[in-house]
């Protein structure tokens, strides 16, 4: 190691990049951390946490497998993540309305939802816990094999509940539909414009409060912001979710609807609620914007597009490279940045 790198602060021991140089066998590996190159950190936009010893050397890179995880550990992340969000939402409402609600009711769903999203936010945090298919495919993904797994679970209980196995109704249609256990369908007495507006209100709180958990410059959540989300989910669905179910997310909604469908549903899971699947799909978008802009605004006081000239507009009303160019840079001793 250089005398540069001698001199820098770690918590972790000096590493010589030779600790995992051969196994109990004798058989040697060659190291897989470049001199003066700290190893891959672990972290997440929702969870910052990073690995103490920084120079820990990946056991067994060379494996077909070890590479293809490599490649592929941030939607994998993403995919476990939903997966786990879905596995304790859908559960949850399967219990609830199977049960006929002996064994839950609607606080156990608010309850059930908030663990889903701790839980999920933990299991993908090395890849910003997203959990929203705005941001990856692999979070629909996730969603439809975790509702697949649900249903087959509880496909006995839906079978007696439906009042047979080749029954599967949807809410609106039937006093005994089940398929409300996986996605979000809109109370009866909901207008197309309380629908959006009822979901946009809680993408909108969504977003403004995890902003307000990870600014340290506020009080901030820091490593117990999973814990703060937990309750950010359970407060939404015991205050707003009356009224379409609070999906705020269309990985929640949109991929155990698609795999409803695709387990015998029927059409309706499109139509119910004068056609309100697309609800889900785009309200929350509109309203976490909303929600990320009020508190860029009014309260965030670091780097910001809101926190420049114009409060960001400057862009549209000054069209010049200068102001919209992320990478445009003035002249310097006679270079020039690009």
């Known amino acids: 190691m250089s005398a540069k790198q001698d ?24 190291a897989t951390s470049v001199a003066g190159l700290p190893a891959h950190q672990e972290h997440g936009v929702a969870i910052d946490h990073k690995v103490p010893q920084a120079d820990v050397i990946q056991a067994q890179p060379d494996l077909l497998w070890s590479r293809i995880r490599r490649t592929l550990r941030e ?40 663990l889903g999203v701790m839980l999920g936010v933990y299991t993908s945090g090395i890849s910003g816990a997203h959990l929203n298919p705005a941001v990856t495919f692999a979070n629909i993904l996730g969603a439809m094999c975790a509702s697949g797994v649900v249903y087959a679970n509880y496909k006995s209980a839906i079978d007696v509940f439906e009042g047979g196995s080749n029954i599967r109704t949807v809410p609106g249609y039937s006093e005994t539909a089940t398929a409300g256990i996986f996605c979000t369908y809109p109370a009866a ?53 009356w009224e379409t179910g609070y999906a705020i997310n269309l990985a929640r909604d949109f991929g155990p609807r698609l795999m409803s469908y695709f387990l015998g549903y029927g059409h309706e899971v499109w139509s119910a609620g004068n056609y309100y699947f697309w609800i889900p799909m785009v309200a929350p978008f509109f309203g976490c914007t909303f929600g990320g802009w009020l508190y860029d605004m009014f309260m965030w006081t670091g780097e910001s597009p809101v926190n420049t000239e114009a409060a960001g507009l400057a862009r549209l009303i000054k069209p010049s490279r200068a102001v919209w160019s992320n990478t445009y840079a003035e002249k310097r001793g006679g270079m020039t940045g690009v």
Not at 10 to 23: F, N
Not at 87 to 106: I, P, R, T, W
Not at 198 to 204: G, K, R
Not at 211 to 226: C, E, F, S, V
Request: proline share 5%.
């Open 189 to 241: 007495f909901m207008t197309r414009t309380g629908q959006f507006f009822s979901e946009f209100i809680a993408s909108s709180l969504l977003m403004f409060l995890i902003y307000a958990l990870k600014d340290d410059g506020n009080i901030g959540a820091g490593p117990l912001t999973p814990l703060g989300l937990f309750f950010i989910i359970f407060g939404i669905g015991a205050c707003f979710g």
């Open 75 to 114: 939607p994998f992340a993403e995919f476990w993540g939903v997966f786990i969000l879905i596995m304790f939402g859908d559960g949850v409402v399967a219990q609830v309305v199977l049960s006929n609600g002996e064994k839950g009711d609607y606080q156990s769903i608010t309850w059930g939802w908030g």
């Open 7 to 30: 001199s820098l602060p770690s918590s972790a021991p000096p590493a010589t990049h030779t600790e995992h140089m051969q196994d109990g066998y004798g058989r040697q590996y060659r």
